[in-house]
């Protein structure tokens, strides 16, 4: 068996993982079959014959998959380390508006942007009659002529 069937047969059984996960843990016991192999090859081993006894010296697959198994058991928490980050961006947005709105930029915003609305002592536009309009409730139409 050569190191990508190890690895391959490893993460079969470990179970739920991540693509980064699974990357990292591939190139972790890749990593660690190297690191064998090297030594061995220092010892007088043939590089194929040290890269074998490497993969062997490693153990079962099934068995250090289901090992692992158990170190990645928490793919919750994923879910929930997500959820944290959204939470997180919801909060900065609320607490960035609570800042623009009591620093009295909101204020000056809606003001230049708002409406006016005609108070008391203010010419109205009658909207019912084209061409006329009201001045403290007495009509006069635009074409008037004094």
Not at 28 to 36: F, K, P, R, V
Not at 112 to 128: A, C, L, M, S
Request: proline share 2%.
């Amino acid at each position: 068996m050569d190191r990508k069937e190890y690895c391959d047969r490893v993460l079969a059984q470990v179970g739920r993982l991540t693509s980064d996960e699974a990357n990292d843990l591939r190139n972790e016991l890749a990593g660690h079959i190297e690191d064998h192999a090297e030594a061995l090859v220092e010892h007088g081993y043939t590089e194929d014959a040290a890269y074998g006894r490497a993969v062997a010296l490693m153990g079962a697959p099934e068995e250090t998959g289901r090992a692992l198994r158990r170190c990645y058991r928490g793919w919750w928490l994923v879910i929930v380390q997500r959820a944290a980050r959204i939470l997180t961006a919801l909060l900065c947005v609320l607490i960035a508006g609570l800042i623009v709105k009591s620093s009295g930029l909101y204020g000056a915003i809606r003001d230049r942007y708002e409406v006016q609305k005609p108070g008391e002592g203010w010419e109205r536009w009658n909207t019912e009659t084209p061409g006329t309009r009201t001045i403290e409730g007495k009509r006069f139409s635009n074409t008037t002529t004094l």
